[in-house]
């Protein structure tokens, strides 16, 4: 079974930084896409950043400049460094990953992130 466990969430003040880690079970080259989805309270998941095989990657618009997602296949981890971090940014953190194979998407069980004084 292909599971994806997430790392890295905690308490930061603004302006501060933390690293986001997905690790998964298998070789991430099962997988297409992977990126970083959160979910703050009352508001609906978002898209935060995704990053395919060959390296393309996408930001929502409030992170661009402040977040980097990057792959480490040798690892099979994905991570989301968080740079400049505001309270707005205060969510639970999902990893997603597209499977190849299947279309199917894997998601983990989030790690939260609080951004406050």
């Known amino acids: 079974q292909v599971q994806l466990v997430e790392s890295g969430g905690g308490l930061v003040q603004p302006g501060g930084s933390l690293k986001l880690s997905c690790a998964a079970s298998?070789?991430?080259?099962?997988?297409?896409?992977m990126g970083w989805y959160r979910q703050a309270p009352g508001k609906q998941r978002e898209l935060v950043a995704s990053?395919?095989?060959?390296?393309?990657?996408k930001y929502e618009d409030s992170v661009k400049g402040r977040f980097t997602i990057s792959r480490d296949n040798a690892k099979n981890t994905v991570s989301l460094q968080m740079n400049g971090l505001r309270p707005e940014d205060t969510a639970v953190y999902y990893c997603?990953?597209?499977?190849?194979?299947?279309?199917?998407?894997?998601w983990g069980q989030g790690t939260q992130v609080t951004v406050s004084s």
């Open positions: 997603n990953a597209e499977m190849i194979a299947t279309r199917k998407d894997v």
């Open positions: 298998g070789s991430i080259f099962n997988f297409y896409t």
């Open positions: 990053i395919t095989l060959g390296s393309r990657t």
